[in-house]
């Protein structure tokens, strides 16, 4: 079932940043013309103002690096290695002080203050696109016509279309867990449960999963 899951999985970590920049330049005004100026009488040079010294401002200490770990388990739900996991990463432009791939398939991170920010940033643009994408499948997931997670991705509610639970909408839990527990770990809490609650078009519950049994209970 694993593989079978591993085969039907999409890549989930493919960032793309569009830098775009512009710049405007305003053109001076040109002077009118006028007739020659008459003469006026000289004013007298005002007095001179003294300038005044501002005290220098003290240096703002720079923001301590963040650490960042994601377990295995996790990872292993991209489809590949914590090596490949963290070179994806880089490839999309995230830079890291420094990586420690550890043997047991798990890998940890330290990243300056504005690289965390930008490596959130990106991956809440992988995690919308990717919901919108099951949102919009015609195919297998065709029964799921809304999904919505609270801030931390941490809480899915998924409407289905006919208010039944099937294996298919069972295979989007995982999708859930991959987004919502490697979004956590990147909070700095890999241990978060991931729940997902499969409601019918009036808003009943018809299921309620927790994220990581539900992925060890048949996929594991």
Known sequence: MRTRWRQIITAVLSFFLIACASA???SSPRPSESSAPESTPTAEAPAAVPAVTEEPKPSEEPLPDVDIEVPARLI??????????AQQLEKDGTHFEHVDLKADGSASFTLTQESYEQLLERYRTVIDAGLQGLIDDQGSMINIIDIKADKDYSDFTV???????TIMDGFSVIYYYMYGGIYNAFLGNPEKKIA???????????????GQTYYEEYFS
Do not use: C, M, R, S
């Open 159 to 165: 409407t289905l279309d006919n208010g039944e639970f």
């Open 76 to 85: 292993e739900l991209t489809g590949g290695t914590a090596e490949q996991f």
């Open 196 to 210: 997902v609650t499969f409601v019918d078009k009036d808003g009943n519950t018809i299921e309620t999963i927790d």
């Open 24 to 26: 405007t330049q305003e």
